[in-house]
């Protein structure tokens, strides 16, 4: 698991969470509750089933590009 782990609210809406996704390059992100406790996950995939085309492919685009960081240190 990332040290770094995204978090988004349940009310948080897609263009934010994605634009979130994108600039931190993770394919999955944590809903916490407005306790901070986890109550769910959403993913690149989930976001694929349910947004336009051209979201998803942006999402995966930006994700996929290189950040210098190798392997998972």
Known sequence: MSE???TT???EDLDSCCNRMEKTQI???VVTDSE???CGMVAQADI???A???ETA???Q?????SGRSGCC
Do not use: F
């Not at 930006?62 to 290189?66: A, C, G, L, V």
């Open 27 to 29: 394919r999955r992100a």
């Open 9 to 11: 609210s349940p009310d």
């Open 62 to 66: 930006e994700i996929s590009k290189p």
């Open 4 to 6: 770094d782990v995204v």
């Open 36 to 38: 901070g406790k986890c």
């Open 52 to 54: 336009d085309g051209s």
């Open 48 to 50: 694929a089933r349910r």
């Open 58 to 60: 942006e999402l995966v």
